[in-house]
């Protein structure tokens, strides 16, 4: 951030009086810009045994395979996000269930919020898929999975599911996971 978006000045970064980051501050008018992580939300829709997954025809990660999930907007609760992401990305509707992964990324100030979900209808692929498709636990492309929050909400799903108690996992992603995942490139 170079500029102010209240008064258009330049602004510094430093830490304000009485806090303990820094922020950027606009000398000119006194304001505080804070910055707070992204909150992504999305579904693990769910037909009978077998999970929607979607192929994603944008970066990051593109054609690689995802669930529906994307970032929240204003004025929208965490379910409506995620109902509305699914639509955008599998033209899906779905009957949301509980929270089933909230898991943060703080080195990359995200937090994922992906709730259990059963498929409702139909599915084909939104403006942001490639392809949209239906798959049992032995056809999950694991190696193409473009995210490992992805990758970790489905295996604590079919783990969870061979017990059929789905309660809610906490979890943190680490720089040096996304490294083991992505690799360094």
Partial sequence: MNFCSQCGEKVRFAVPEGDDRPRYLCDACGTIHYQNPRIVAGTLPVSGSKVLLCKRAIAPRKGYWTLPAGYMENAE????????????????????????????????????????????????????????????????????????????????????????EFSLHISKITPEDRERYFGSA
């Fill in 77 to 164: 609760t965490t379910q409506q996000a995620a109902s509305r992401e699914t639509w955008e990305e599998a033209f899906a509707e779905v009957a949301l269930g509980d929270l089933y992964t909230l898991i943060d990324l703080p080195h990359i100030n995200q937090v994922y919020m992906i709730f259990r979900a059963d498929l409702v209808g139909g599915f084909s692929a939104g403006p942001e898929s490639l392809e949209v498709a239906l798959f049992e636990e032995h056809e999950i492309p694991w190696d193409a999975l473009a995210f490992p929050t992805i990758e970790r909400t489905l295996r604590h799903y079919f783990e969870d599911r061979q017990q059929a």
